[in-house]
């Protein structure tokens, strides 16, 4: 038999939400240990499901516990505000704090009530990374580093399924970021609340 070479990724950098959440789905799933061994290098190496059986076993766990090492690796904080997406310039919500109501609420809408950003991975992105608008002034965009971003609407989340080529090390920055930032957003409003509150009650 020839030598079968495989691609495997060294960093989550060189796997996309796409993949991510095909492996999401495979281990939710009912399988026996080597079955779903098989199916993770399949998805992350971007193999055939019969080129990664037609391995030696010790070579498929070779592979499989190089994954597994970047799996664990844990999640990055180095948020990329511009990334490409289709050969098209995205930036990141240049404030945070003055994300729209409509924003938020699809967020929180996406996360639903598990709060668990990894399955809507596609959908955050789309929220938050939106095509950037004064290309014509790129060169002042890389020097200042100053960008603006379409307005939010209903098409940006239609079109998430285009973020599935994102690659983790972004998202997983962004996922870690926008948990942090969404629940400094809920403190900010509770705290308004009390405020006004209290301040009816002085008025009272």
Partial sequence: MSAIKLHIPTSFKEITVGQFQQYRKAIQGDFTQTRLK????????????????????????????????????????????????????????PNITQMSTGEFADLEEEIGDSGDVWDSLPEILSILYRPITNLS???????????????????????????KSVDMECAAAVA???????????????LSLEENLQLRQMMD
Avoid at 50 to 76: P, Y
């Fill in 38 to 93: 098989v199916i993770t290098c399949s998805i992350f190496c971007n193999e055939s499901i019969d080129m990664i059986e037609s391995l030696t076993l010790a070579s498929l766990e070779k592979v499989h516990s190089t994954l597994s090492k970047i799996l664990e690796s844990g999640t990055s904080d180095n948020l990329q505000r511009i990334i490409y997406v289709g050969g098209k310039l995205y930036g990141f919500i």
């Fill in 137 to 163: 002034r790129r060169k002042w965009l890389r020097k200042t580093g100053t960008y603006e971003i379409e307005d939010y609407g209903p098409q940006h989340i239609a079109a998430c399924d285009k973020m």
């Fill in 176 to 190: 870690v970021f926008f948990c942090n930032s969404a629940n400094q957003l809920l403190m900010s409003s509770v």
